[in-house]
């Protein structure tokens, strides 16, 4: 009789709890097309920074820069947050990954896509920019790294995009531990932007400026010179921006006299500070004046320890890596620059397998970086 009696107080409980009013569900307003509001016993999260906007009940809607998702979040009658994610609508196809907290780096199955809502579509087409959440480019394109204090070095070959055999090589037989430097007057970038995040690399941005010896020392087209002014030197760095995704930041290609004239250099870096991302200064402009601008508009910034192929030379190559190792030791981490010669592909690779052996951890370039928002 006791058994029976408990089997009907379980069936009782269970049916009033199907229909009794539960706190932690919200009703559906016809008058907003379905929207969710909050009942009378739930109370709505004011407002944060960086929510994207709240509904006339007060329930907050958030916009996840890294998700992509709408977040909603409402605070219950016994002090509790209940938090709902549900995708946000898209323009066009693909997948999207949904997650509550922003994470430093991308899900490698989605490195080769990139997150919508760090874009911005301008004249100069499609340009990276900070989410409406504050997630920076520099964060979601970063390669994870292990965190643990040690020996670090961040090795950096740059002029990817040039040649399409010499692009080839460096992506196929440099470890995914290498930060990869696209030439903004490269070919058919985005394809092996696609190519080489699918390998695992971080990327940056090579942006062509202005040299002391200019015009006998040519950067290129759409170079970033100091006669031209503010207007025309942005446009011309939008317009490489616009030629590929998924860049954690940008680095000079030569520069000596753009990055040591202030005026010339500030609406660069304020830009930059504004759209999250790095920039690594090469090391060979010993006037340069990118740190200290750098500091002043919140960008994170690095400077290359060592030219790793000024002799381009096997054994000269492989001289300079033993001396990174060096600096890196002393002085807790190091970066190293190069360009995607035959030469300097094959002596780093070589180099690394056995540099791995002796506990250095290698990082991408963004591990590295003064990062004010980390200081």
């Not at 007060?58 to 909603?72: N, Q, V």
């Not at 080769?112 to 579509?121: F, G, T, V, W």
């Not at 002029?159 to 080839?168: E, F, M, N, P």
Request: proline content about 6%.
């Amino acid at each position: 009789m006791f058994f029976a009696a408990c089997a009907f107080a379980v069936i009782a409980l269970s049916g009033w709890s199907a229909f009794a009013p539960d706190p932690l569900i919200r009703t559906l307003d016809p008058a907003e097309g379905g929207a969710p509001i909050a009942t009378s016993q739930e109370t709505a999260l004011p407002a944060r920074a960086g929510d994207a906007r709240a509904d006339r009940a007060g329930t907050m809607r958030r916009a996840g820069g890294l998700s992509g998702a709408h977040i909603e979040e409402v605070l219950t009658s016994d002090g509790t947050t209940v938090t709902k994610y549900s995708p946000r609508s898209r323009d066009g196809g693909g997948p999207a990954l949904i997650s509550g907290v922003p994470t430093r780096g991308q899900d490698p199955r989605m490195a080769a896509i990139p997150n919508e809502d760090l874009l911005e579509d301008t004249p100069e087409g499609r340009l990276p920019i900070a989410g409406p959440d504050g997630l920076r480019p520099m964060d979601q394109y970063a390669r994870a790294w292990s965190g643990a204090r040690g020996t670090r070095i961040g090795l950096v070959v740059g002029g990817l995009g040039l040649s399409q055999t010499g692009t080839q090589r460096a992506i196929r037989e440099l470890p995914p531990e290498v930060t990869l430097a696209f030439a903004a007057a490269g070919n058919s970038l985005q394809r092996w932007m696609q190519e080489a995040r699918r390998d695992g690399h971080e990327i940056l941005l090579q942006i062509p400026m202005e040299p002391f010896d200019y015009p006998d020392s040519d950067p290129g087209p759409h170079a970033l010179i100091v006669s031209r002014g503010a207007e025309k030197n942005l446009a011309e760095l939008h317009r490489s921006m616009g030629q590929i995704t998924n860049y954690t930041g940008i680095m000079n290609y030569l520069g000596g006299r753009f990055l040591s004239d202030a005026d010339a250099l500030e609406p660069v870096m304020r830009d930059l500070g504004r759209r999250g991302l790095l920039f690594l200064d090469d090391g060979t402009a010993a006037q340069s004046l990118s740190g200290t601008l750098a500091g002043a508009f919140d960008v994170p910034h690095g400077f290359a320890d060592a030219v790793l192929d000024a002799e381009l030379r096997h054994d000269a190559i492989l001289r300079k890596l033993d001396q990174l190792e060096r600096i890196a030791r002393r002085n807790g981490a190091a970066i190293g620059v190069a360009s995607a010669f035959d030469e300097s592909v094959a002596a780093i690779a070589k180099w690394m397998e056995e540099a791995g052996g002796r506990g250095i951890e290698f990082v991408g370039v963004s591990a590295l970086v003064n990062d004010p928002q980390q200081n």
